[in-house]
């Protein structure tokens, strides 16, 4: 998502709660086994056929069998096909209504992304209607192109490990991070947002898929292609404007990997309540390119020109700037994942 200018803040983690329980933990050790001992758990898998050129589809096929030997004893299992952009959404939240325990992202980060968007519903977390302790969790099964979000966690692009992971049930907390406009709607992220250059390689690398996880570089390389860079003020913790002179990329991760494995943000932890934002200054692309190796290793933050920051923060362009491109991000602590 390509933003010219942002403020980020961090709000208090519990500003939001999937649970219709506001005011509880959520269960960290539930067991799909265990658990048909009260109830047979509702999983709900939202399933991205076109993901990384058609071969989620191919993958999920193999992999339906399996799934349901291993966990159809315990678990219902609703298997449910996005047919275009944005249905993953409004599947989530139909699934979350109807009372999943869990809805389990099957692609990349592009469905992973959607599924996380599907949790709230004009800016609220989406709740089971007249019920007072229910809560759905996240799970995901990586089968996309670049899965930069499970690397977080150390997660393969092994969908038989994610089925185990999703039998063990275990819930852990974990953050999202919100960006909102002047009009305030609010876009949710998972992993890592970015503006200007990062973001329009972004663009540029779902036209290259075919090129597995290349796709990434070719797109910066493409987007380096009548870029500018420009100059920006930044307010970090309230204190004074500061010019960034030339900044080529702003990202703010919540977790540490994007591009296919760059560990753009490599000191992000998605459970800390923090964003960490790292800023990269008049990069050419022949730079990107002799640097490459540090970005996909986290070393780029020792770079002159790349600056790091945990905090709060604040972003303007310097000069005249359109208002409509003002967005604000701050990070909330809303629901569980299965780990």
């Given at each position: 998502m390509a933003l010219g200018m942002a403020a980020v803040?961090?709000?208090?983690?519990?500003?939001?709660?999937?649970?219709?329980?506001?005011?509880?933990?959520?269960?960290?050790?539930?067991?799909?086994?265990?658990?048909?001992?009260?109830?047979?758990?509702?999983?709900?898998?939202?399933?991205?056929?076109?993901?990384?050129?058609?071969?989620?589809?191919?993958?999920?096929?193999?992999?339906?069998?399996?799934?349901t030997t291993r966990l159809g004893n315990h678990c219902n299992i609703c298997e449910s096909i996005t047919s275009g952009p944005s249905h993953a959404e409004d599947l989530t939240r139909e699934a979350i209504r109807d009372g999943a325990d869990a809805v389990i992202a099957v692609g990349g980060d592009g469905t992973l992304h959607e599924v996380v968007n599907g949790f709230f519903s004009e800016g609220h977390p989406v709740e089971l209607e007249h019920q007072s302790r229910h809560s759905t969790a996240l799970g995901l099964i990586p089968l996309g192109t670049g899965s930069d979000f499970a690397r977080t966690f150390g997660w393969k692009n092994d969908p038989y490990e994610a089925i185990e992971r999703i039998a063990r049930g275990f819930r852990s907390r974990i953050d999202v991070g919100v960006i909102t406009g002047t009009n305030g709607n609010q876009h949710f992220f998972i992993n890592v947002a970015d503006i200007h250059l990062s973001a329009k390689a972004g663009y540029f690398a779902s036209k290259y898929k075919r090129f597995g996880n290349l796709c990434y570089v070719i797109?910066?390389?493409?987007?380096?292609?009548?870029?500018?860079?420009?100059?920006?003020?930044?307010?970090?913790?309230?204190?004074?404007?500061?010019?960034?002179?030339?900044?080529?990329?702003?990202?703010?991760?919540?977790?540490?990997?994007?591009?296919?494995?760059?560990?753009?943000?490599?000191?992000?932890?998605?459970?800390?309540?923090?964003?960490?934002?790292?800023?990269?200054?008049?990069?050419?692309?022949?730079?990107?390119?002799f640097k490459l190796h540090k970005l996909y290793r986290g070393s780029h933050l020792s770079e002159e020109t790349v600056h790091s920051k945990r905090s709060l923060i604040q972003f303007s362009e310097k000069g005249n700037f359109p208002s409509c491109f003002i967005v604000s991000a701050c990070c909330i602590n809303p629901f569980a994942i299965l780990l």
């Open positions: 803040a961090m709000a208090k983690p519990s500003s939001f709660s999937i649970s219709a329980d506001r005011s509880s933990s959520l269960d960290l050790s539930s067991d799909c086994a265990t658990s048909n001992a009260r109830s047979m758990r509702n999983l709900v898998f939202v399933v991205n056929p076109r993901g990384a050129n058609g071969r989620t589809g191919k993958e999920w096929k193999k992999l339906l069998p399996y799934l797109g910066a390389l493409r987007a380096f292609i009548g870029h500018n860079n420009q100059d920006l003020k930044i307010k970090f913790n309230g204190g004074e404007w500061e010019v960034f002179q030339k900044i080529t990329a702003i990202c703010i991760g919540n977790a540490k990997f994007f591009g296919g494995g760059m560990k753009i943000t490599p000191t992000a932890d998605p459970s800390s309540g923090e964003l960490e934002v790292v800023i990269l200054q008049d990069f050419k692309w022949y730079d990107f390119v």
